[in-house]
């Protein structure tokens, strides 16, 4: 089945900095990749996804990049902020299949202002 | 529009008993799944339900098992408590399985004493 791994663990960061965190996965049907946040107390929010037909997605601060051909992607937050505080999950599955959603074990990112 | 709403937040059992989690996944929305938390474990895969029909399982022992009613409601229950079932449980629904990303609940924080 699919496995998704994900570095670093943690992660801290001087405000202002960038922050990238890396992410691989094994089935190479993959073809969904979405990124979530989690905040204390709270469930993880998706902040960006990008799908196999794309390299790279941005959106404000925030983008992902896919290289299909090494089976890995990654998430990059610029200009970071105290609020970027969070433990970030990136994820796996092939939509449209009804596959279930494989995590990687998350990545702690730490501002420090 | 209204989240993705789990209750209980909090549950206190003792190793043994039974307990029922419950999600309103968001309008419209007919897939839910669910997952366990633990900060060992990271996110684990439990089931995911779409119309009522238990589409996906993950590696979990009988003793957790799900359900959908025709309102997309979902529950989950797991009997016969261990203290390693402690953990968060999150329900996530989406529009149709694997398509999009997930919209997670708070979740309901499972403590077996």
């Known amino acids: 089945g699919e496995n998704v791994e994900q570095h670093p663990s943690t992660l801290s960061v001087q405000e202002g900095d960038s922050a990238v965190i890396k992410c691989t996965y094994s089935?190479?049907?993959?073809?969904?990749f979405p990124w979530y946040k989690q905040e204390l107390g709270k469930g993880p929010q998706l902040i960006i996804d990008?799908?196999?037909?794309?390299g790279e997605k941005k959106d404000q601060r925030i983008a992902v990049t896919l290289n299909k051909t090494a089976k890995h992607f990654s998430l990059h937050i610029t200009e970071t902020q105290p609020e970027d505080s969070a433990v970030y999950f990136c994820?796996?599955?092939?939509?449209?299949?009804?596959?279930?959603?494989?995590f990687g074990p998350g990545t702690s990112l730490s501002v420090i202002p | 529009k209204a989240g993705v709403t789990q209750t209980p937040r909090y549950l206190i059992k003792t190793r043994g008993q039974q307990v029922t989690l419950s999600c309103s996944p968001i309008?419209?929305?007919?897939?839910v799944s669910w997952y366990q938390q633990t900060p060992g474990q990271g996110l684990q895969f439990l089931f995911e339900?779409?119309?009522?029909?238990?589409?996906n399982k993950g590696n979990f022992p009988g003793r957790f098992s799900g359900r959908q009613f025709s309102n997309s409601r979902s529950e989950m229950n797991v009997s016969t408590l261990e203290l390693g079932d402690s953990a968060l449980y999150l329900c996530?629904?989406?529009?149709?399985?694997?398509?999009?990303?997930?919209?997670f609940g708070s979740g309901t924080r499972l403590t077996v004493v």
């Open positions: 996530a629904s989406s529009a149709e399985t694997g398509l999009g990303g997930y919209t």
């Open positions: 089935d190479s049907a993959s073809n969904y």
């Open positions: 990008i799908r196999s037909n794309v």
């Open positions: 994820a796996a599955s092939i939509e449209t299949s009804y596959d279930k959603v494989i």
């Open positions: 309008s419209g929305h007919r897939s």
């Open positions: 339900y779409f119309s009522e029909t238990q589409r």
